[in-house]
């Protein structure tokens, strides 16, 4: 499919992903499928759609943010860090401005200066909820977005375990790629609590 086509469904059809609103405070009764969208010349891998109003994905370039912005993106929330965005080939935040977005970084990398941690999870859910239009959450890949995606469902929606990493996973969550030994996943750290079934396949599959 076009990638014409293809963001013209993701606008005009929001049945394709179980219309729902992650900026406003409405019970979640099913998390919407994530809906994959070509990323050609717009995002360097995953990019996906949550519900109506949430965008998953990896480094956007200059085309994919002003797609995002014609899409009614209005806040963007920046997950890489400093050293990772001086690496990007343009400004990502004076863009962000010159196309009247509210930019919203929240760098981390799992290490000492920039942690994973619930605090994060708490700035995403407040860039979210106060957001006046449609959010782009992003980092390199969709991974470290995915983690964070995951764990602001369970900590701030009350979604299951596991609805919420089955969501993640249908972005880019690869929990079950090894970390080192007895180290926590992103999304536990992002919790500040392990997850006995993380990196495990559902029972029944």
């Not at 014609?70 to 990007?88: D, I």
């Not at 995403?124 to 991974?143: E, I, M, Y």
């Not at 536990?188 to 029972?203: I, Y």
């Amino acid at each position: 499919m076009r990638r014409s086509a293809l963001l013209l469904l993701v606008v005009l059809s929001p049945t394709l992903a179980q219309a729902q609103h992650f900026t406003r405070p409405e019970r979640i009764a099913t998390i919407p499928a994530p809906v994959p969208m070509d990323t050609t010349g717009l995002f360097r891998a995953a990019a996906d759609r949550v519900g109506d109003d949430v965008f998953v994905a990896g480094q956007p370039t200059e085309r994919g943010l002003r797609e995002m912005k014609a899409l009614g993106v209005t806040t963007v929330v920046n997950l890489r860090t400093p050293e990772e965005m001086s690496r990007v080939g343009f400004d990502e935040a004076a863009l962000a401005s010159q196309l009247g977005m509210k930019y919203v970084y929240l760098p981390v990398r799992g290490d000492a200066k920039f942690p994973y941690s619930p605090e994060t999870v708490a700035k995403f859910a407040k860039a979210l909820h106060s957001a006046d239009g449609k959010v782009l959450l992003h980092c390199t890949v969709a991974w470290r977005a995915s983690h964070l995606w995951a764990a602001y469902l369970i900590q701030e929606r009350g979604v299951p375990v596991e609805d919420a990493l089955a969501n993640a996973r249908a972005i880019n969550l690869m929990d079950t790629h090894r970390m080192s030994s007895g180290s926590m996943q992103p999304v536990e750290e992002f919790l500040g609590r392990k997850l006995p079934t993380l990196g495990k396949p559902p029972k029944g599959r």
